[in-house]
Nanobody, 119 residues
């Protein structure tokens, strides 16, 4: 089971670090993706990281601001979000898959965490 946490209410320009943890599952066996869904919008890909962190991917709207990383020893994947904008407001989800992809074809999905950025 995956769980995303670390969301909150912040102001524009602030930073947050989201974490994705797993219980009963070893995250090192999976590529991990972060997705977000804003009210009234489709779920969109944000970032992904390969099993051992050699490859990372970000959607264009977060490049230079967000960074995905992982600590397999802690069984945790992180999404560092800097220079947050109001348009980053969404529920953020992490997901696991056998290989890294930038679409929503992930096998396991966690419960999301709300990120709200005020202007």
């Amino acid at each position: 089971q995956l769980q995303a946490f670390g969301g909150g209410l912040v102001q524009a320009g602030d930073s947050l670090r989201l974490s994705c943890a797993a219980s009963g599952r070893t995250l090192a066996n999976y590529a991990i993706g972060w997705f977000r869904q804003a009210p009234g919008k489709d779920r969109e890909f944000v970032a992904a990281i390969s099993r051992y962190g050699a490859s990372t991917y970000n959607t264009d709207s977060v490049k230079g601001r967000f960074a995905i990383s992982r600590d397999n020893a802690r069984n945790t994947v992180y999404l560092q979000m800097n220079s947050l904008k109001p348009e980053d407001t969404a529920v953020y989800y992490c997901a696991a898959n056998w290989r890294v992809v930038t679409n929503a074809d992930y096998i396991y999905w966690g419960q999301g965490t709300q990120v709200t950025v005020s202007s």
